[in-house]
């Protein structure tokens, strides 16, 4: 059965190269929209996310609850 494991490893090269150059596509995407929006776009941007998946400065009293 070589004919599978060849295949296998097929799939894990193309997996590979595709986790690869998505992750390089992603850098460079994000590292342009930061320089062209500016430090303090990007702050506010993560302050938001932030506020929203509850992760700000201030704890989070709805965890004490549970």
């Known amino acids: 059965m070589p004919h599978t494991t060849e295949k296998k490893h097929n799939?894990?090269?193309l997996f590979a190269l595709g986790a690869a150059a998505g992750s390089a596509l992603g850098l460079i995407v994000g590292s342009l929209l930061a320089y062209w929006l500016g430090e303090e776009a990007?702050?506010?941007v993560s302050r938001a996310f932030r506020r929203l998946t509850g992760r700000g400065n201030e704890p989070n009293f709805e965890l004490f609850l549970q």
């Open 42 to 44: 990007i702050e506010a």
């Open 11 to 13: 799939h894990y090269l």
